[in-house]
């Protein structure tokens, strides 16, 4: 059974840090892109950053560059955010995601999508 | 990429059919949708990707068709367990964009 588990998540002053871990199970983590989705409170899904099998591809939404780093560990079988310089509108819950892909020969067509996701961690930037 | 989401509320009774919309800015060629069903307190759920395919578990009164900039999420008979929020997905070339997602209410 696939697993994706967050923590890390608390509570933060504006300008603060915070590094939240995934740990996943019940696949081959070294296999997949990893991703994280965000949801602010009462508000839509938003994808924030996601990585290559080995580490070696990033990218974020605007955002978030140059404030956020994803990495992960794939002896460990985990993903992690780094959030540096946080602010009032990066409250929110914070997903890990296993991202997935299928392509269409026939039109060279691709889907790519989040087929497992975490319980979600709740990060909250206030003074 | 810009996805929008209509209508932003649907409010139906059990056995009745649920046409769910999603427009994206602008046609991304051969990029297919995928769309999640979200509860209160939940994690979102991978309901439908690419042409129509259902995820493990998924009954098949859900279904997906669309192209280009405009895709459509039916849920055929509404049983009260759909209540919930849908969100629409796609990815372009680097980025992933979510739309802002239809609460479908279960009178």
């Known amino acids: 059974e696939v697993q994706l588990v967050e923590s890390g998540g608390g509570l933060v002053q504006p300008g603060g840090s915070l590094r939240l871990s995934c740990v996943a199970s019940?696949?081959?983590?070294?296999?997949?892109?990893m991703s994280w989705v965000r949801q602010a409170p009462g508000k839509g899904l938003e994808w924030v950053a996601d990585?290559?099998?080995?580490?070696?591809?990033?990218h974020y939404v605007e955002s978030v560059k140059g404030r956020f780093t994803i990495s992960r560990d794939n002896a460990e079988n985990s993903l992690y955010l780094q959030m540096n310089s946080l602010r009032a509108e990066d409250t929110a819950v914070y997903f890990c995601?296993?991202?997935?892909?299928?392509?269409?020969?026939?039109?060279?067509?691709?889907?790519?999508?989040?087929?497992?996701w975490g319980q979600g961690t709740l990060v909250t930037v206030s003074s | 990429i810009v996805l929008t989401q209509s209508p932003d509320t649907l409010s139906l009774s059990p056995g009745e059919r649920a046409t769910l919309s999603c427009r994206t800015s602008?046609?991304?060629?051969?990029?297919?949708l995928a769309w999640y069903q979200q509860k209160p307190g939940q994690p979102p759920r991978l309901l439908i990707y690419?042409?129509?395919k259902r995820a493990t578990g998924v009954p098949d009164r859900f279904g997906a068709t669309g192209s280009g900039t405009d895709f459509t999420l039916t849920i055929s008979r509404l049983e009260p367990e759909d209540s919930a929020v849908y969100s629409c997905?796609?990815?372009?070339?680097?980025?992933?964009?979510f739309g802002p997602g239809t609460k479908v209410e279960i009178k």
């Open positions: 602008h046609s991304i060629s051969g990029s297919y």
């Open positions: 995601a296993r991202v997935n892909s299928l392509r269409y020969n026939w039109n060279d067509g691709q889907v790519v999508y989040f087929d497992y």
């Open positions: 990585i290559k099998q080995e580490g070696s591809e990033k």
């Open positions: 690419g042409e129509s």
């Open positions: 019940g696949f081959t983590f070294s296999s997949y892109w």
């Open positions: 997905q796609q990815y372009g070339t680097s980025v992933f964009a």
